[in-house]
């Protein structure tokens, strides 16, 4: 059986998750030379990590280095 909102019409799953990332997500985004992005995949490749991990690393790093001068 499916699920109903709250005005009784069928819930969209979809429409749920589309709203709720735009509420709530946002993208950041660059461009590089063409060798250097096929560079990077592979070595990540490589690695055996993941390009998002490695940006949400990169990204976290200068958030806790800004927190940091901060406090001093």
């Not at 969209?12 to 589309?18: A, P, S």
């Not at 709203?19 to 070595?43: G, L």
């Not at 490589?46 to 990169?58: I, P, W």
């Amino acid at each position: 059986m499916p699920r109903n909102s709250k005005d009784g019409q069928p819930f969209d799953q979809i429409k749920y998750i589309n709203q709720w990332s735009k509420e709530n997500m946002a993208s950041v985004s660059a461009k590089y030379k063409k060798e250097f992005v096929q560079e990077f995949k592979a070595a990540c490749l490589k690695l055996d990590l993941k390009q998002s991990d490695v940006f949400r690393n990169a990204m976290q790093a200068v958030i806790d280095q800004a927190n940091e001068q901060e406090q001093s």
